[in-house]
């Protein structure tokens, strides 16, 4: 080969390379993981060498400033082009027009068919689209004990008659009541199962009615007349009604799996589950989710997606989940799961149906992170009457 020939092939072979650095594409994606034997730089080799036009950028924001971060980031153009995001944050990332809409691709993912039901119902925005890809989830179910069930020669409740019953009869006051109420800050999902079950809704009208105060004094009562609640409960959280649950206090609490392993670790197969009962024919539980969002100002929208998607795809998510102690969203994924007891598994698929999440709004906020909380303890307390907590938080959803 003449010298010509060889600096032509080399100028060639420098100007194809060039061409294909330049035509590289780079996904800013941001995560919260606190356990150290973190997938993700695993995951993103994965995705890298099957997509050989696209590096991926993850960072591990801390949790405690994660969504702070976000916004800021969000109003500063300096945002990631996706990122992990819970349903409490849509509202604003949809008013911020910060969300890209997924459905579209969604709809022609060969992956949606292996989602498992209900969670991009459970996960769309306020106009019925599609912002979120669920990534991993929770929901709340009811724990019980099953040697203080056995002892008593009792079955696990079906229907909110058959718990309160139970609750009852396995109240052994002061060393064992029945029911771990949580009545401090968090506890409006244990209290929804036996209010949102028998009508009571976040809307105009929805908590004053006399249904709905007829269901708020019924769970009252299991405090102030059955006493099958303990004296605590006003002022538990989640440590107290997890510690009440281990030590015999309580036989039966509501939670999600995310207690499971610590649970089983205390109680071996004293502790089981089953889904919350059903209240006059219909029940309640909250749903507890993490999604992925690509964002409408990124210039790698298809890319973002690529990844996304990859990280929702059944092996992959099954690596992602192992990380958070939550549950992958695929079926096979949840077939083959074995981060958790089967029977809490089992648990939370029976649950999954009758999930639900609250309105997605400013009074929504407030009656989670303090209203709630406040009117509850009153209630039981008896500074105020149930009827009267519903009339109070009524106030927050007048309009």
């Not at 100007?15 to 996904?27: F, P, R």
């Not at 929702?312 to 077939?335: D, H, R």
């Not at 089967?342 to 009758?354: G, H, I, M, N």
Request: glycine fraction near 8%; charge should be negative.
């Amino acid at each position: 080969m003449t010298r010509s020939k060889m600096l032509a092939a080399a100028l060639g072979l420098f100007t194809a390379l060039g061409a294909s650095a330049s035509q590289a594409e780079t996904v800013r994606f941001w995560y919260h993981f606190d356990n150290p034997e973190n997938p993700m730089s695993a995951l993103v080799q994965k995705f890298e060498a099957a997509n050989p036009g696209i590096e991926i950028e993850a960072e591990n924001v801390p949790w405690n400033s994660y969504y702070d971060n976000l916004y800021t980031a969000l109003v500063g153009g300096n945002a990631p082009d996706a990122a992990m995001v819970k349903l409490f944050a849509q509202p604003r990332l949809l008013e911020m027009g910060a969300l890209e809409p997924l459905k579209e691709r969604i709809d022609a993912w060969p992956g949606k068919a292996e989602l498992l039901p209900d969670l991009l119902k459970l996960n769309a925005g306020p106009d019925g689209d599609n912002y979120y890809l669920p990534i991993q989830y929770v929901v709340l179910y009811l724990y019980y004990r099953t040697d203080l069930f056995k002892a008593a020669g009792l079955e696990p409740p079906k229907t909110c008659e058959e718990f309160r019953a139970d609750a009852k009869i396995l109240t052994k006051a002061p060393d064992t009541y029945g029911f771990g109420f949580r009545g401090g800050k968090g506890g409006w999902d244990q209290w929804g199962t036996f209010v949102f079950s028998r009508g009571a809704e976040l809307k105009p009208g929805g908590l004053d009615n006399s249904q709905a105060i007829a269901a708020n004094e019924w769970l009252v009562d299991m405090f102030t007349k059955d006493k099958s609640i303990p004296p605590s409960s006003p002022n538990d959280g989640f440590q107290e009604i997890i510690g009440a649950f281990k030590s015999g206090k309580t036989a039966m609490t509501i939670h999600h799996i995310g207690s499971s392993k610590d649970l089983v670790a205390a109680l071996g197969d004293k502790v089981s589950a089953v889904p919350v009962p059903k209240c006059d024919g219909k029940a309640w539980t909250s749903y507890g989710d993490e999604s992925l969002a690509i964002f409408a100002n990124s210039q790698v929208k298809d890319a973002a997606w690529k990844w996304v998607s990859f990280l929702a795809e059944p092996g992959n998510n099954v690596e992602f989940v192992k990380a958070t102690n939550q549950l992958p969203v695929t079926k096979t994924g949840s077939a083959g799961w074995t981060g958790h007891e089967k029977r809490f598994v089992d648990a939370t698929l029976a649950s999954l149906p009758f999930a639900a999440v609250l309105p997605q709004s400013s009074a929504t906020a407030d009656f989670v992170n303090t209203e709630w909380q406040a009117s509850m303890q009153q209630a039981m307390t008896g500074q105020i009457t149930p009827a009267e907590m519903m009339q109070k938080l009524q106030g927050l959803f007048a309009q």
